[in-house]
């Protein structure tokens, strides 16, 4: 009896798992956080916490382009893969979704607006 139940409940767990397969591409969202464990972030990109709320300290995670650099194959403004955001002492930080790669130099890499061809989005911050 005991044998049968753990049987059937097995197969129910793997019928289940295969009926809805994972897709591996990354999925893209406005403003998705990142997993640190297992990190879900391209390797150019660690996934790293930003305090959006400096009064509440409360802190996102998001993954983060290496300073100077930005994602490529999507244009500067599409905040729905990369943007930037309007927060003290990191607004030239170009953050983006997990799975996207921060492999293109910005314009100005170097400056007063480093990076300023992307977006800022403070809607990340809500």
Not at 32 to 38: N, R
């Amino acid at each position: 009896m005991l044998f049968t139940t753990i049987t059937t409940m097995l197969f129910t767990l793997m019928v289940t798992a295969l009926a809805a397969p994972q897709d591996p591409r990354p999925s893209y969202g406005q403003c998705q956080e990142c997993v640190s464990s297992p990190n879900n972030c391209d390797i150019t990109a660690p996934c790293s916490s930003i305090v959006v709320d400096p009064y509440s300290g409360r802190h996102k995670l998001f993954c983060g382009c290496r300073p100077g650099y930005r994602a490529g194959g999507f244009g500067p403004g599409d905040t729905s893969r990369q943007w930037r955001l309007n927060i003290p002492g990191h607004e030239h930080r170009v953050w983006v979704t997990p799975g996207v790669s921060c492999d293109y130099l910005c314009r100005d890499p170097f400056g007063t607006n480093v990076c300023g061809e992307v977006s800022f989005n403070d809607q990340c911050k809500a």
